[in-house]
């Protein structure tokens, strides 16, 4: 059988038009990381596989958590995870993507109506692909935007429960939700929160417990807490009530028939959880440099704040992509992003402040973008 020719025409479309990706290895000083506090290699959670190891902890599960899957491991990073977050208990999954893929695919009922930040990640747009539930966007960061959305949907008949989503700080603007806000509305609704605090958690919040933590206690509140950002390793919890715990893993295709995450891993996330809340210091320092990163970007457009996502806007897509090539050979590891990872337009440099670079690092950089940007 012959290849379609689909695949290489859209292969040379994506070429022609600068989006085309590839897999490159990671090289120079760190500006393009999620690992915010440095944990990832860090001897804490290196030493914590090798106990774990040591006393004969499996690095495969063998099955689904619903088979033979189901472990020590994976039950005490939840109740750890559980504690540490303020929540009535938790769900490990093997990542965030998979988290917002099963949360709304399952949870969301029919008649019911998902109402999306219009910036949402796209593993949330993949759970919404596969729920029965309508969906429909709003403008971005726009609680007055929601709440008209809401208007709207029960003046044409809507009955059932409102899902809202967004996140507590957003991967590619670096700007943060109006958390209280939104909470409120949801209140005012009777609607639930599904929030996601990915690059959130660990960096901000008591012990870096998220910018949404005062609200995890709540009945009507899901939160996302994934592994593989400020905790250096990987996985997701998902923290919410018992009820719907219980349900996700009745309902959840993915959790039901998939093999279940390594119970390693669930103990290095059990780990990297009490490494985090001892951790002030590492956010301390992470603060210090994201103050110096601002004040060393801000001719090239980054906007004040305190998040350790700072974007560069270009806007054209091939010379977005220049940049960061002409910085990588420099010895910064500084990624482009593009189209459909950002609106149209809006290419960008997406720089993360990370404790793998240093202040004199973050002066280099800002050299170097003079040059290049």
Not at 271 to 284: K, P, S, T
Not at 355 to 366: C, S, V
Request: charge should be neutral; hydrophobic fraction near 50%; include cysteine.
């Amino acid at each position: 059988m012959v290849l379609p020719r689909f695949y290489c025409d859209d292969i040379a479309a994506l070429q022609k038009a600068g989006r085309r990706r590839s897999l490159t290895l990671p090289g120079g000083t760190d500006f393009s990381s999620n690992d915010y506090l440095a944990l990832a290699g860090s001897d804490t959670l290196r030493n914590a596989a090798r106990a774990a190891l040591d006393r004969g902890v499996n690095l495969g599960s063998g099955g689904s958590r619903l088979l033979r899957g189901n472990t020590p491991e994976h039950e005490a990073a939840e109740a750890a995870a559980a504690r540490f977050f303020g929540a009535e208990c938790a769900l490990y999954v093997g990542s965030g993507f998979a988290a917002n893929s099963l949360l709304f695919s399952s949870l969301p009922q029919p008649g019911d109506l998902i109402l999306h930040d219009a910036l949402i990640h796209a593993s949330v747009h993949e759970g919404m692909r596969l729920s029965r539930a309508p969906h429909r966007a709003f403008a971005h960061n726009d609680v007055a935007a929601a709440q008209a959305e809401i208007a709207r949907w029960r003046a044409a008949g809507g009955r059932g429960t409102v899902w809202i989503a967004f996140e507590t700080l957003y991967s590619m603007d670096g700007d943060m939700a109006p958390v209280a806000a939104f909470a409120a509305l949801a209140d005012r609704e009777g609607a639930m929160l599904v929030i996601d605090e990915a690059h959130a958690a660990g960096v901000f919040g008591p012990q870096g417990r998220g910018l949404a933590w005062q609200l995890q206690a709540r009945s009507n509140v899901v939160t996302l807490a994934t592994c593989g950002k400020a905790m250096g390793c990987e996985g997701a919890f998902i923290l919410t009530a018992s009820v719907l715990r219980d349900f996700i893993i009745n309902r959840a295709r993915s959790v039901i028939f998939s093999t279940a995450p390594s119970p390693l891993m669930a103990e290095i996330a059990k780990a990297a959880l009490a490494a985090v809340a001892a951790a002030d210091d590492r956010r301390a320092q992470l603060a210090t440099l994201i103050a110096l990163a601002q004040q060393t970007f801000e001719p090239f457009g980054v906007l004040p704040g305190c998040s350790p996502i700072q974007p560069i806007i270009i806007g054209d897509d091939a010379r977005t992509m220049a940049a960061a090539a002409r910085l990588q050979a420099l010895g910064f590891d500084v990624r482009g992003v593009r189209p459909p990872a950002v609106p149209p337009g809006t290419a960008r440099l997406r720089l993360s402040i990370t404790l793998n670079a240093d202040a004199a690092a973050i002066a280099a950089l800002g050299k170097a973008l003079k040059e290049v940007v």
